[in-house]
Nanobody, 113 residues
Framework: QVQLVESGGGLVQAGGSLRLSCVASGRTISSYFMGWYRQAPGKEREFVAGISWGGGSIHYADFVKGRFTISRDNAKNTVYLQINSLKPEDTAVYYC??????WGKGTLVTVSS
């Protein structure tokens, strides 16, 4: 069983940046595909970014457009999501996912215009 805890969300002005972290416990995530998803108010949860176990394969949703960067530190059992040039439409709860089956409780990102 894997427990995931996200952090780093908050209120930020448009154009600002945030770095989200996802710390895993319970077992190592070094062999897992890790992903970030988000759910905006009134909308379905959507994929944001994913990274393979070694970091050699990275995928982003089309809307990221170079503003987001996913990375991982397997030694720290942690995955990161750097978000730059934030837009109001990025407002959402951001969730971490491990192995496409374990979820964290999310961290709220609110972007003011």
């Amino acid at each position: 069983q894997v427990q995931l805890v996200e952090s780093g969300g908050g209120l930020v002005q448009a154009g600002g940046s945030l770095r989200l972290s996802c710390v895993a416990s319970g077992r190592t995530i070094s062999s897992y595909f890790m992903g970030w998803y988000r759910q905006a108010p009134g909308k379905e949860r959507e994929f944001v970014a994913g990274i393979s176990w070694g970091g050699g394969s990275i995928h982003y949703a089309d809307f990221v457009k170079g503003r987001f960067t996913i990375s991982r530190d397997n030694a720290k059992n942690t995955v990161y999501l750097q978000i730059n040039s934030l837009k109001p439409e990025d407002t959402a709860v951001y969730y971490c996912n491990a192995d496409r089956q374990y979820w964290g409780k999310g961290t709220l990102v609110t972007v003011s215009s």
